[in-house]
Each structure stands twice: as structure tokens, then as C-alpha cells.
Nanobody, 127 residues
């Protein structure tokens, strides 16, 4: 069982930056690949970025490449999402999730692979 708690969201102006955090409970954090997803108002939840168990490889959605950076600290049981140059279209609830089994990083865009989800943190970007 893994419990995930996101934090770091808020209201920011366009062009600003935020670092979202996702703290995991338990001693098995390093056995999970981690992903970030977001859901904008009135839209379906979409993949943002994922990172492998050791933190040495990442995979991001084309729409956020160059602005979003996922990282993790297994000693702190935490995964991060750094968002630079925020845009109004980044406004959404952001969720972290843990996947125990996957076949390559690209497979981690599939939400069905994730067994555990956080409650989300809201990001609002004003223009």
C-alpha cells in the first residue's frame, strides 16, 4: 500500500514557476515508477511526465517538454514536478501516481498502469 500526498500548487502569474511535490508513505517507494498527470476543468485527465524507479530516466508529454521537469528523491520518498514558464493552459489539478509494473518508460503514459493516486493539487495560472 502506498499513500501519495501532493503539495505545492497555487495561484501564479503566467511566466512564473512552481515546484510540485508528492510525498509517498511506506518503504517501497523506490520500487515504483512515478508519474504526474493533470486534469483541466472540463477535460479528461492527461499524462504529463513519468520517471523510472531509480530516477535515471524520464519521459514527458510533447506538450510540456522543455518546461516541465520530473525528478525524484528516493531517500526522501518524494517525486517532484518543476514547471517553468507557466501558461494559462497549464491550469489544472495535478496528480501524482505510482506504477509497480511497466514495460518501458513510454508505457507509463497509460493511466491504467498506476495502482496508487494522490488527491491532487490545484494549479491556477493567471494571464
Amino acid at each position: 500500500q502506498v499513500q501519495l500526498v501532493e503539495s505545492g500548487g497555487g495561484l501564479v502569474q503566467a511566466g512564473g514557476s512552481l515546484r510540485l511535490s508528492c510525498a509517498a508513505s511506506g518503504r517501497t517507494f523506490s520500487t515504483y515508477a512515478m508519474g504526474w498527470f493533470r486534469q483541466a476543468p472540463g477535460k479528461e485527465r492527461e499524462f504529463v511526465a513519468a520517471i523510472n524507479r531509480g530516477g535515471g530516466a524520464t519521459y514527458s508529454a510533447d506538450a510540456v517538454k522543455g518546461r516541465f521537469t520530473i525528478s525524484r528523491d528516493n531517500a526522501e520518498n518524494t517525486v517532484y514536478l518543476l514547471i517553468n514558464n507557466l501558461k494559462p493552459e497549464d491550469t489544472a489539478d495535478y496528480y501524482c501516481a505510482a506504477a509497480g509494473y511497466y514495460s518501458g518508460l513510454a508505457s507509463l503514459l497509460n493511466q491504467a498502469l498506476y495502482s496508487y493516486w494522490g488527491q491532487g493539487t490545484q494549479v491556477t495560472v493567471s494571464s
